[in-house]
């Protein structure tokens, strides 16, 4: 039976419910430990059970590979390290609405701390009446920036690949809706349309550039090539709006530090007009300074540089070669 049958999706949704009401039992222990436990309790679990999956072997392979002049003790702390990142991130997930707790009138210090720099820039966001895109990494906790647009009124929609479980799927667009305002899934129908019209009036549009993407366009990421999604470089070409980055820093003490960088000076091919690819990997660049500062809080555990991207990057070479006359 086809998955797009009526039938096949309602017992996909019925065999999901089993499923469901595991992850809310999950999501309902996060929210009775607090925050800062549920955040701890996440870390000690991925960090002490993180090493007997296939993805650590992958984490590993990946930091050797970016850092090759470093030792393998610091290789294995950083994977570590980020396994616990990933476990704090799934811990705090349920505690989103409570955990962004920024006041620019507070006297004393909360759980997040932004520059003044990066305030005044999500300012002019705010006021200037005009749309824009904002890419963002798997970083720190990576979703708080959403969390930021829609506490204080702008107009972001966020772009996610849902989750492949169907409950799983649910629970999180109940959660995300709740606290970070518009949602646009990237795959299904009408999609296309649901991201240009929150340009076309003025909104703005935030997603995270740095996973695996089949039909994307081939970039260097820390020295190797990788396919990577061009959707906001096209967007960018196609309206003509800025484009920013904005990551989370994952501080000690259950803090975060939230940054946004002013535009980007993206190039521009013989017409002028913004270069897919060399805008994309403008912006990829960006995340490899990111990742290079705080390796231990990225998200090493996936098939970022795959096969394909290097068979790519070998035909765009010898197409050059060939259009250049040189044998």
Avoid at 151 to 159: E, S
Avoid at 191 to 220: K, M, T
Wanted: proline share 6%; charged share 25%.
């Amino acid at each position: 039976m086809s998955p797009r049958h009526p039938l096949a999706r309602a017992w996909a949704w019925i065999a999901g419910v089993p499923m469901l009401l595991v992850v809310r039992g999950l999501f309902a222990f996060a929210r009775a430990l607090g925050p800062e436990r549920s955040s701890d309790v996440g870390a000690f679990l991925t960090r002490s059970f993180g090493r007997f999956v296939r993805q650590n072997r992958i984490a590993l392979e990946n930091v050797r590979a970016a850092f090759p002049e470093k030792p393998e003790a610091e290789i294995r702390a950083i994977v570590r390290t980020a396994w616990s990142n990933l476990g704090r991130t799934a811990g705090e997930y349920p505690h989103l609405g409570t955990i962004f707790d920024f006041d620019p009138q507070a006297t004393t210090p909360g759980r997040i701390e932004i520059s003044a720099e990066s305030i005044q820039r999500f300012v002019d966001l705010l006021e200037d009446g005009k749309g824009a895109l904002l890419f963002s990494a798997h970083l720190g906790n990576w979703e708080l920036p959403a969390v930021c647009a829609a506490r204080f009124g702008l107009d972001t929609t966020a772009i996610f690949r849902p989750p492949n479980d169907p409950a799983t799927a649910r629970l999180v667009a109940e959660i995300r809706s709740g606290t970070m305002g518009g949602l646009a899934a990237s795959t299904g129908a009408g999609a296309a349309y649901a991201v240009a019209a929150v340009l076309e009036r003025g909104g703005h549009l935030g997603q995270l550039i740095d996973q695996h993407f089949s039909r994307g366009v081939v970039v260097d990421f820390m020295g190797r090539p990788a396919l990577t999604n061009p959707l906001m470089a096209k967007l960018a070409r196609h309206y003509e709006v800025p484009v920013h980055g904005a990551r989370v820093i994952r501080l000690h003490g259950h803090r975060f530090r939230l940054e946004i960088t002013p535009a980007l000076d993206l190039p521009r091919d013989a017409e002028g007009l913004i270069d897919v690819k060399g805008a994309t990997q403008t912006m990829t660049s960006v995340v490899e300074d990111w990742v290079r500062e705080y390796p231990e809080q990225w998200l090493w555990m996936h098939r970022r540089w795959r096969p394909a991207a290097e068979e790519a990057a070998a035909r765009e070479a010898a197409r050059k070669a060939k259009e250049s006359g040189v044998p």
